[in-house]
């Protein structure tokens, strides 16, 4: 069992910039993917940004957050942390970490994952 502690996220002006940290309580193996999904209001979840780790894969990434979000994991921690940049309003959202526990074939796919996190709330105002 993982458990998922998410840090970080608040108001912010758009333009602005934002760090999500996520710190899991057991073990991540080679293979397994984290990533952030978010949900807003009258939205599906969806994908942020995901890696798959151990295995060299670029990170993926939705294409609305592409050149302006940043996943990374730091492999001596486990922790997984989102840098956002140049923040929009449409970014408004529930930010989840989330791990999937076993091999993940399909990164973007929420239903990969079997571990999330609480969630919290990134708030971006025009």
């Known amino acids: 069992q993982v458990q998922l502690v998410e840090s970080g996220g608040g108001s912010v002006q758009a333009g602005g910039s934002l760090r999500l940290s996520c710190a899991p309580s057991?073990?991540?193996?080679?293979?397994?993917?984290m990533g952030w999904f978010r949900r807003a209001p009258g939205n599906e979840r969806e994908g942020v940004g995901v890696?798959?780790?151990?295995?060299?894969?670029?990170?993926y990434y939705a294409d609305s957050v592409k050149g302006r979000f940043t996943v990374s994991h730091d492999n001596a921690k486990d922790t997984l942390t989102l840098q956002m940049a140049s923040l929009k309003p449409e970014d408004t959202a529930i930010y989840y970490c989330?791990?999937?526990?076993?091999?993940?074939?399909?990164?973007?796919?929420?239903?990969?994952?079997?571990?999330w996190g609480q969630g919290t709330q990134v708030t971006v105002s025009s």
């Open positions: 057991g073990s991540i193996y080679a293979g397994t993917c």
């Open positions: 989330a791990a999937s526990g076993r091999y993940c074939r399909t990164p973007m796919d929420s239903s990969a994952y079997n571990y």
């Open positions: 890696i798959r780790i151990g295995h060299g894969d670029s990170p």
